[in-house]
């Protein structure tokens, strides 16, 4: 069973347009990522939830609203899609408010390309 | 702010060829830290982690040794092999919670 799975794996789409993407762990944790890495593979926390609630919110673009339906799930929606959101979008859990030495899990990724 | 720094790559080496890659941080606090491992078209895995001065966290061969003297968290492995192969991420956990990551180093291991 995978841990932490993503849906879709690629996703191709035009400027401006809508997109989702969705994650789902099933490891019992609390609390939920959202990362996104660039083409020269750096990697940036963009949201965390833990428990449904928002904890962490980087300077992302409004564009970006995540929603978590239930402590398992934690989808990402990106309105008016821009060339430069072209990334590869990561979620990732850890068991519970994530402390400092709380390990996080990752899933397979979604590579997102902006036409 | 806290940061992370890892030595630039590529990084190349022969099969049994000894292995360091460079880390150092800047923090407030008390961080953990950890060294993720990302194979071609997957994502990222916990390769080992250490959460105070000292400890030394170690897997499959890696090892690393948190440092705060120095401030630096160095991944080592004696013996590398053509499957080690990947991109290597230091990153920091703080308070906050989240994960503050270097810039990887990818290790191309030839036969």
């Known amino acids: 069973d995978t841990a932490v799975s993503q849906t879709p794996k690629y996703l191709v789409t035009q400027m401006g347009n809508d997109k989702s993407i969705k994650c789902e762990q099933n490891?019992?944790?609390?609390?939920m990522y959202w990362y996104k890495q660039d083409s020269k593979k750096f990697l940036k926390i963009m949201f965390s939830y833990n428990n449904k609630e928002l904890i962490i919110n980087e300077t992302v673009p409004n564009r970006f609203s995540p929603k978590s339906p239930d402590k398992a799930h934690l989808n990402l929606h990106i309105n008016s899609l821009e060339l430069g959101d072209s990334a590869v979008y990561f979620c990732a859990s850890s068991q519970d408010q994530a402390g400092p030495t709380d390990t996080q899990y990752f899933g397979p990724g979604t590579r997102l390309t902006v036409l | 702010g806290d940061s992370v720094t890892q030595m630039e790559g590529p990084v190349t080496l022969s099969e049994e060829a000894f292995l360091t890659i460079n880390c150092t941080y800047t923090a407030t606090g008390y961080p953990s830290l950890f060294w993720y491992v990302q194979y071609p078209g997957e994502g990222l895995q916990l390769l080992l982690k250490a959460t105070k001065a000292d400890d030394k966290g170690s897997n499959k061969g890696f090892e690393a040794t948190y440092r705060k003297e120095t401030t630096s968290f160095h991944l080592e492995k004696g013996s590398v092999q053509v499957s080690d192969s990947a991109v290597y991420f230091c990153a920091l956990g703080g308070n906050t919670g989240k994960l503050i990551f270097g810039q990887g180093t990818t290790l191309q291991v030839k036969p």
């Open positions: 490891l019992g944790h609390d609390t």
